[in-house]
């Protein structure tokens, strides 16, 4: 857990915060205490969220839904406030590592522990899918490990931002590469088959310490989940064959929750959980855990409330990454609705979904989600963001968490070519006609040199702040189209803000709909050089040559 920052909030509804546990693509999560001493976590949506009417709605459906899921082997939904300026959900703290954090200190499960594993989650996925629900996003991260047995967490906000969020967002998420089923992948109806299929991926990696679908990047992992059997070695028995049955590509193949159930631990998780389910080094690590949460609320003492503003530590309030004004988040009783169908209807052409980034076990962000424009998109995440989510954001939106304009963390990667021009910029300048005209080119990403696809710009004439490019961005068959409102132009450099064009539909699912920032200078042999200067995107660049 981390210290709360200048400009975090300091309580949200009746909640005192302690800390901030994590964040990601979807938010933020805080540790929290009411009045009454009970401590949760809370987890608050990226502001930009707030600003959609139609998350709004569909937050306030999910999380009334998600208030209904009981059972042993999931963390309860207490509170919400959809109403709220930035719609925020609270549920039980659960005191142990997430079974990221677990196989990255400690290695695979033993073959006992991933039974129990299984059996729990197969029996939180069987109450989750009896109100008609579906989770969407099942992965590691979304997995606690405790003395009392394994906890699914994470309901209500990752459907919620099905239809607003974006895998450029780094972070918790609709779904994380390797761990999404086909199904989702390629944008059809979801049912509660594509949570079997993401629970079979998770067993996987318990038990094998690896993910079952392996790759550097998001496209990579996405096109194996699609068209490649998954990579199980290490893995043997029934457990093999049951991982496989839950990794069918047609989701009418995979078993149920309950016959999952059945297989791993015939007489149900409950028995075997109260008979020692966790090895003895994860023992002393729930331990460990539950100890530091009564030290931390022992030390907190009284839980003194105030209401109308954030306290930002003294002095006047600072704006923080949320953005002025800063406020407290009131709470409002959520009602009781009636259970939803589980299938979830196909998402809609040009938009995408997040992808969260795993977190290391200290809670950092692990480095490998990185954010896409409104092109293509590869990340890593999760959402796991950093919390799990994994964790990500949304490039080209100042004041958003993880935005594109924040500064380089120094990690020492190689600037990319033409990355500092110093050419004069000419206020109210047009496009020179010598870059008018249809460019190509392969792109690189300078932080960690792998491909980002093949890219065609059409640069037209126009004035500061009219729209003169439009770009196709291919990588492995998936097709983005954007176009570009000019910033500046100079003799030998034009600036554009890249955004998704409406009018040509893109790859379903799998492009962004948020705007980047793209630099052209012209090199002396007349081709251009391409640059991105945001490094949650890798800082693509390339050269593009004239049509």
């Given at each position: 857990?981390?210290p709360?920052e200048?400009?975090?909030?300091?309580?949200?509804?009746?909640?005192?915060?302690?800390?901030?546990?994590?964040?990601?693509?979807?938010?933020?999560?805080?540790?929290?205490?009411?009045?009454?001493?009970?401590?949760?976590?809370?987890?608050?949506?990226?502001?930009?969220f707030?600003?959609?009417?139609?998350?709004?709605?569909?937050?306030?459906?999910?999380?009334?839904?998600?208030?209904?899921?009981?059972?042993?082997?999931t963390?309860?939904v207490?509170?919400a406030?959809?109403?709220?300026?930035v719609?925020?959900?609270?549920?039980?703290?659960v005191?142990?590592?997430?079974?990221?954090?677990?196989?990255?200190?400690?290695?695979?499960?033993?073959?006992?522990s991933?039974?129990?594993?299984?059996?729990?989650?197969?029996?939180?996925?069987?109450?989750?899918h009896?109100l008609?629900?579906?989770?969407?996003?099942?992965?590691?991260?979304?997995?606690?490990?405790?003395?009392?047995?394994?906890r699914?967490?994470?309901?209500?906000?990752?459907?919620?931002?099905?239809?607003?969020?974006?895998?450029?967002?780094?972070?918790?998420?609709v779904?994380?590469p390797?761990?999404?089923?086909?199904?989702?992948i390629?944008?059809?109806?979801?049912?509660?088959?594509?949570?079997?299929?993401?629970?079979?991926?998770?067993?996987?990696?318990?038990?094998?310490?690896?993910?079952?679908?392996?790759?550097?990047?998001?496209?990579?992992?996405?096109?194996?989940?699609?068209h490649?059997?998954?990579?199980?070695?290490?893995?043997?028995?029934?457990?093999?064959?049951?991982?496989?049955?839950?990794?069918?590509?047609?989701?009418?193949?995979?078993?149920?929750?309950?016959?999952?159930?059945?297989?791993?631990?015939?007489?149900?998780?409950?028995?075997?959980?109260?008979?020692?389910?966790?090895?003895?080094?994860?023992?002393?690590?729930?331990?460990r855990?539950?100890?530091?949460?009564?030290?931390?609320?022992?030390?907190?003492?009284?839980?003194?409330?105030?209401?109308?503003?954030?306290?930002?530590?003294g002095g006047?309030?600072?704006?923080?990454?949320?953005?002025?004004p800063?406020?407290?988040?009131?709470s409002?009783?959520?009602?009781e609705?009636?259970?939803r169908?589980?299938?979830?209807?196909?998402?809609?052409?040009?938009?995408?979904?997040?992808?969260?980034?795993?977190?290391?076990?200290?809670?950092?962000?692990?480095?490998?989600?990185?954010?896409?424009?409104?092109?293509?998109?590869?990340?890593?995440?999760?959402?796991?963001?950093?919390?799990?989510?994994?964790?990500?954001?949304?490039?080209?939106?100042?004041?958003?968490?993880?935005?594109?304009?924040?500064?380089?963390?120094?990690?020492?990667?190689?600037?990319?070519?033409?990355?500092?021009?110093?050419?004069?910029?000419?206020?109210g300048?047009?496009?020179?006609?010598?870059?008018?005209?249809?460019?190509?080119?392969?792109?690189?990403?300078?932080?960690?040199?792998?491909?980002?696809?093949?890219?065609?710009?059409?640069?037209?004439?126009?004035?500061?702040?009219?729209?003169?490019?439009?770009?196709?961005?291919?990588?492995?068959?998936?097709?983005?189209?954007?176009?570009?409102?000019?910033?500046?132009?100079?003799?030998?450099?034009?600036?554009?803000?890249?955004?998704?064009?409406?009018?040509?539909?893109?790859?379903?699912?799998?492009?962004?709909?948020?705007?980047?920032q793209?630099v052209?200078?012209?090199?002396?042999?007349?081709?251009?050089?391409?640059?991105?200067?945001?490094?949650?995107?890798?800082?693509?660049?390339?050269?593009?040559?004239?049509?």
């Amino acid at each position: 857990m981390q210290p709360l920052e200048a400009g975090e909030p300091q309580n949200i509804g009746d909640y005192r915060l302690l800390g901030r546990l994590g964040s990601g693509g979807m938010g933020r999560v805080y540790l929290g205490r009411n009045a009454g001493g009970r401590t949760v976590a809370v987890k608050i949506v990226h502001p930009h969220f707030a600003q959609d009417e139609e998350f709004r709605a569909r937050f306030r459906r999910e999380v009334e839904a998600a208030r209904r899921v009981g059972g042993a082997w999931t963390a309860p939904v207490l509170d919400a406030d959809a109403e709220a300026p930035v719609p925020w959900v609270a549920t039980g703290y659960v005191a142990g590592p997430s079974l990221t954090q677990a196989v990255a200190a400690h290695g695979p499960l033993p073959d006992a522990s991933v039974r129990v594993l299984g059996a729990g989650l197969a029996e939180a996925l069987t109450a989750v899918h009896g109100l008609g629900l579906v989770h969407r996003d099942v992965k590691p991260s979304n997995v606690l490990l405790t003395l009392d047995g394994p906890r699914l967490i994470d309901f209500g906000i990752a459907r919620a931002t099905d239809a607003t969020a974006s895998l450029t967002s780094t972070g918790v998420s609709v779904g994380s590469p390797g761990y999404m089923s086909p199904e989702q992948i390629l944008g059809k109806g979801v049912t509660s088959a594509a949570d079997v299929f993401s629970l079979g991926a998770v067993l996987a990696f318990a038990a094998t310490g690896t993910a079952p679908f392996p790759g550097d990047s998001a496209a990579s992992l996405l096109y194996k989940v699609v068209h490649e059997e998954p990579e199980l070695d290490g893995l043997e028995g029934d457990v093999r064959e049951l991982v496989l049955a839950c990794l069918a590509k047609n989701a009418a193949d995979r078993p149920t929750p309950e016959e999952i159930g059945r297989r791993l631990v015939p007489g149900g998780a409950a028995p075997a959980v109260a008979a020692g389910w966790l090895p003895g080094e994860l023992v002393a690590e729930a331990g460990r855990s539950a100890v530091r949460l009564l030290e931390m609320e022992a030390a907190s003492g009284p839980v003194p409330f105030t209401h109308g503003v954030v306290s930002g530590g003294g002095g006047a309030p600072v704006p923080g990454e949320f953005g002025p004004p800063p406020v407290s988040y009131g709470s409002r009783p959520v009602p009781e609705v009636p259970a939803r169908k589980p299938e979830v209807p196909a998402q809609r052409p040009g938009l995408s979904v997040s992808v969260a980034t795993e977190t290391s076990p200290s809670g950092a962000p692990d480095g490998r989600g990185r954010r896409r424009s409104c092109t293509l998109v590869l990340a890593v995440a999760g959402a796991l963001a950093a919390v799990t989510l994994g964790i990500a954001f949304l490039p080209g939106m100042p004041g958003m968490l993880g935005g594109g304009d924040k500064k380089d963390s120094g990690s020492g990667a190689a600037e990319p070519p033409g990355a500092h021009s110093s050419a004069p910029q000419v206020p109210g300048g047009g496009v020179p006609d010598s870059f008018v005209g249809t460019w190509t080119g392969s792109l690189t990403e300078a932080t960690t040199n792998q491909p980002h696809g093949t890219i065609t710009l059409t640069l037209a004439r126009g004035a500061k702040g009219e729209d003169v490019l439009k770009s196709s961005y291919d990588l492995m068959g998936v097709k983005c189209y954007g176009i570009g409102k000019l910033e500046s132009a100079t003799a030998d450099k034009v600036v554009v803000v890249d955004r998704t064009d409406p009018a040509r539909p893109s790859t379903p699912l799998l492009c962004s709909g948020e705007s980047s920032q793209i630099v052209l200078d012209r090199n002396p042999d007349g081709t251009l050089q391409y640059t991105s200067p945001s490094a949650q995107q890798g800082k693509p660049y390339g050269t593009l040559k004239k049509q």
